[in-house]
């Protein structure tokens, strides 16, 4: 059974900076794609960053040069530096990992940025 936990939300002022991390348990094989998506109260839930196995990572157009993703070099564990954070990302952020087309979802963690 593949859990993916996230870690690292929490609330911080307009300008500061977060960390997420989501680890993958449950399996011993990569994911080809791993990545953040994020849900604001009243709208969809839309991706932020993702990165795939030998490709560079896609970003959101309103968080780059803001936000960087990165993997641990087991290949399960995936991060989200978020900098400059405006109260637009406010937001429950969600882990996803993606094999050979079948896609899992961690349970989220709330990211609350204030003026």
């Known amino acids: 059974q593949v859990r993916l936990v996230e870690s690292g939300g929490g609330s911080v002022q307009a300008g500061g900076s977060l960390s997420l991390s989501c680890a993958a348990s449950?399996?011993?094989?990569?994911?080809?794609?791993m990545g953040w998506h994020r849900q604001a109260p009243g709208k969809q839930r839309e991706l932020v960053a993702n990165i795939k196995i030998g490709s560079t990572p896609t970003y959101l157009d309103s968080v780059k040069g803001r936000f960087t993703i990165s993997r641990d070099i087991t290949g399960n564990k995936v991060y989200l530096q978020m900098n400059s954070l405006k109260e637009e990302d406010t937001g429950v952020y969600y882990c996803r990992a993606e094999r050979n087309g079948v896609a899992f979802w961690g349970q989220g963690t709330v990211v609350t940025v204030s003026s």
């Open positions: 449950g399996s011993t094989f990569w994911f080809n794609i």
